[in-house]
């Protein structure tokens, strides 16, 4: 009897926050090697992809650092399944090395409550914390700055990761199923039988390895409710088999819907 070795380390995840920095503006005078003067705008350009190491982190923050820049402005959209307006678009003004006022960047008003919000050392702190814990860092940097343009860092509602040999279609299924709402959950024999039966069992006669990953993008999306929050979300499959055979990678985007329950926040579907 076969046993299926088809293994995902990191199930789809309820909520991550993707950030995306669009500029900054320097505001000290003392800005060496970087060619800010006060009050200059700059637009986050070109930009190059980071690995999301531990030591790659924290060579980064340490040239940040160098900079000696200790007021700035930049903006900063944030991309997560937590709702209410902390998605919007914000320019957040640093002085001293900490935030003094963040401002809706498409009103202009004021945000009251700027505690959800970092300044880009603090980002690089929360990266650092997340990948010292074991945990998954996605992120590409200004060539200039250096400062991170966009990231992802998992948040307060993520899990613990997951992985193992599979005994059968389901076994996956059952190991998301906290994170599903109980309509979701409910669809477990459409979900795991048919095409995505037929596919398992090639991977356990292979002895295939999965390692998945899922990342909530800043894309537009439907305006959020009290109770439900839609956002888009690439997923990538990294397919390899025992032995020296190259590895495959699965690249697509989703629709994820999740809804409020008594239980909290869960998914309740996954569109194509």
């Not at 505001?27 to 637009?43: E, V």
Request: proline share 5%; with cysteine; charged share 20%.
């Amino acid at each position: 009897m076969n046993t299926h070795f088809a293994q995902s380390s990191r199930l789809l995840r309820l909520v991550g926050a993707c950030i995306a920095i669009g500029g900054a503006v320097a505001c000290s005078d003392d800005t060496p090697g970087i060619g800010l003067k006060p009050q200059q705008g700059i637009t986050a350009g070109d930009s190059i992809t980071g690995s999301g190491d531990l030591s790659e982190l924290r060579e980064r923050r340490a040239a940040w650092l160098a900079h000696g820049i200790d007021d700035y402005r930049f903006q900063l959209q944030i991309s997560c399944f937590c709702g209410g307006q902390i998605t919007r678009p914000v320019v957040i003004e640093v002085r001293g090395g900490a935030i003094a006022t963040v401002q809706d960047l498409e009103t202009g008003n004021p945000v009251a409550d700027v505690s959800a919000y970092r300044t880009i050392t603090k980002l690089f702190d929360a990266a650092i914390a997340e990948r010292s814990g074991g945990g998954y860092v996605s992120v590409a940097y200004d060539r200039t700055l250096g400062i991170p343009v966009r990231g992802r860092v998992p948040t307060w509602a993520d899990v613990d990761d997951q992985s193992g040999a599979d005994a059968s279609p389901v076994d996956a299924f059952d190991r998301a199923r906290p994170l599903m709402s109980a309509s979701l959950a409910a669809q477990e024999v459409a979900l795991t039988t048919a095409e995505a039966g037929s596919q398992w069992q090639q991977w356990a006669y292979d002895r295939t390895i999965i390692t998945a990953s899922a990342e909530i993008l800043p894309d537009e999306h439907p305006e959020d409710t009290a109770d439900s929050a839609r956002r888009v979300v690439a997923v990538t499959q990294t397919i390899a088999d025992p032995g020296p055979s190259p590895q495959d990678g699965v690249h697509f985007t989703v629709w994820v819907t999740a809804v409020k329950t008594p239980d909290g926040w869960r998914v309740d579907s996954i569109q194509a």
